[in-house]
């Protein structure tokens, strides 16, 4: 497999392997049915297309010149190029030269071409002959042959790879914690949920540990974006034809069709039952997604994961319940899940860095401010790249780090935002409202009394609190007390603030306890509040500390 280059209207098309074989038959059977099905998976190959004499490899003295020249690029290219060996009408012993078949076209050679031309071309049929081939004498047809050349062809040209960010930090911790829940050892089906927060990064742990994966299974598929995509009046048709394209390893999805949900369902449950196949589903967010592509746990073959990345635990709990009632025996035991942490502050500290300063650890002077601006951002991933990116070339600048630091104690980053804003417009009136009372008022409060305040108001806390749980912009420690990340508190807090930028007083909440003290004050009617002064200030900071919990 050594990639060759063509020259085209002065355009240069690489291509990903080249077939080197001898022989009209070879060329109309076998060697055309490997040829489409690597074309049908997306593999550039190139064919000689010149009609070629009637004979064996070793009696074409173009076959050796291109053995020859493969080896030798091969042996140079620091394992980037590789010979596949594939057996049609031969074995070992031919090849060896043992037997009339290969021997006598070298004796013939070795009279048109000399003894040192000949040698040179022997070396390198004995250096290939040493290399792990496919023979068709241990298959019944071509057809199951074919299939394993195609896969290993795309194994090795990290065709299922997916691209992750230049300045990945690996946490390893999460990334053992989400394989182990596969057990990929482990014979029997797996699902696993892996939910969090926006921005923290899900997508990235999935892509890492898909892989380090994917080459051990039989198929191998990646859904990006499945809410988004979703969204279109034809989302789920074309999700179920991506699916059915990686199953069926063709790049040709518009050639696969799918006429409505149901039908799309029988064909990937037709597909999925006789393989062992990796599936990751990325952004999910309603349990009809999940139906309509990865069904239930008897469409699979014993072996099979599929991850599911969601915002949206509910997705994962709901069917959770579904599939323990639904499951095949010894196949699968309902979907185990995870839910990713914040990264360790060295990590956070490094990824910063890496998008900041293009290396793992800050410049001196620049460190203290590093870690103030880590601490801020509360180490979400995405957050940390935004922020490291914005400061990417600026390192000379203080001022600019500085007045950065002091604009992030005020208001999220945009990107980390619109991000976080999902999960919060997911949410129905009550349960927003609930939110924000929590992200300005009640984060370390015991919920107990809350709750009362809640339902008096009719905001259904017991419904709302779950959905915040799931959707994993709470926490409930085992103290009972509201924790959220800092990134979501800011937010919500930050969309109380967009009520009315220019009068607190017009807000539905004040998240302060001086801005409420400064509305509260002789009953402002304009919005605009009261100014203290500067010793009132000082009295209100000593009542604070003497009166207010901390």
């Known amino acids: 497999m050594v990639p060759a280059m063509e020259r085209d209207g002065g355009l240069r098309i690489e291509y990903e392997v080249f077939l080197s074989f001898r022989g009209a038959d070879s060329r109309e059977t076998f060697t055309d049915c490997l040829h489409e099905g690597m074309e049908g998976a997306g593999i550039h190959v190139f064919r000689d297309d010149d009609e070629l004499q009637v004979g064996n490899y070793a009696s074409s003295k173009w076959c050796l010149v291109e053995l020859t020249k493969m080896v030798t690029m091969a042996s140079k290219s620091d394992s980037t190029k590789e010979i596949l060996p594939i057996y049609l009408h031969v074995n070992s012993d031919d090849v060896k030269l043992k037997t009339p078949l290969y021997h006598d076209a070298f004796v013939q050679h070795e009279r048109n071409f000399g003894a040192d031309q000949v040698k ?27 299939k394993e050349i195609v896969q290993e062809v795309l194994i090795k040209l990290n065709a299922g790879y997916k691209n992750v960010t230049e300045h990945l930090v690996e946490d390893h911790v999460q990334i053992d914690a989400i394989m182990k829940l596969l057990e990929v050892d482990y014979s029997g089906m797996r699902f696993v949920g892996v939910h969090g927060i926006g921005g923290i990064d899900k997508t990235t742990l999935a892509k890492v540990i898909y892989n380090k994966l994917y080459s051990r299974f039989d198929c191998y598929s990646f859904l990006e974006n499945v809410q988004e995509i979703s969204r279109r009046s034809d989302g789920i048709i074309y999700l179920q034809k991506q699916l059915l394209s990686s199953i069926l390893h063709s790049t040709r999805s518009n050639s696969i069709f799918v006429c409505d949900n149901d039908q799309g369902i029988g064909m990937i449950k037709k597909a999925l039952c006789d393989k062992k196949i990796l599936i990751v589903l990325d952004d ?267």
């Open 120 to 146: 040179v071309w022997r070396d390198a049929l004995m250096e290939v002959e040493e290399i792990k081939r496919w023979s068709l004498k241990t298959y019944t047809g071509y057809g199951k042959l074919i």
């Open 284 to 550: 999910v967010e309603k349990k009809e997604q999940l139906e309509k592509l990865v069904g239930k746990s008897d469409w699979f073959e014993n072996g099979s994961k599929v991850i599911i990345t969601t915002r949206n635990m509910s997705v994962l709990t709901d069917r959770t319940e579904r599939l323990e009632v639904d499951a095949v025996p010894n196949r699968h035991e309902g979907i185990l899940t995870y839910e990713v942490k914040e990264m360790g502050f060295s990590q956070a500290l490094q990824l910063f860095c890496r998008h900041s300063f293009r290396r793992d650890f800050p410049t001196e002077d620049y460190n203290i401010l590093s870690r103030q601006i880590i601490l801020i951002l509360g180490k979400l991933p995405l957050a940390i790249e935004v922020i490291g990116s914005s400061l990417s070339g600026v390192s000379t600048d203080k001022a600019l780090w500085e007045e950065t630091l002091k604009k992030l104690q005020k208001v999220p980053p945009k990107e980390v935002q619109e991000t976080l804003m999902i999960s919060y417009e997911g949410l129905e009136p009550t349960q927003r409202r609930v939110f924000l009372d929590i992200a300005c008022f009640f984060i370390k409060e015991n919920n107990k009394y809350l709750i009362f305040m809640w339902s008096d108001c009719e905001f259904y806390p017991h419904d709302a609190i779950r959905v915040l749980l799931l959707r994993s912009l709470i926490n409930i420690g085992d103290d009972n007390k509201f924790s959220m990340h800092d990134q979501v508190r800011d937010l919500g807090r930050h969309i109380v603030y967009e009520e009315n930028c220019r009068f607190p007083g017009k807000r539905s909440r004040a998240s302060e306890e001086i801005e409420a003290l400064s509305l509260s004050y002789n009953g402002q009617s304009d919005g605009g509040g009261y100014t203290f002064t500067d010793e009132e200030l000082q009295r209100l900071r000593s009542l604070s500390d003497e009166f207010l919990p901390s």
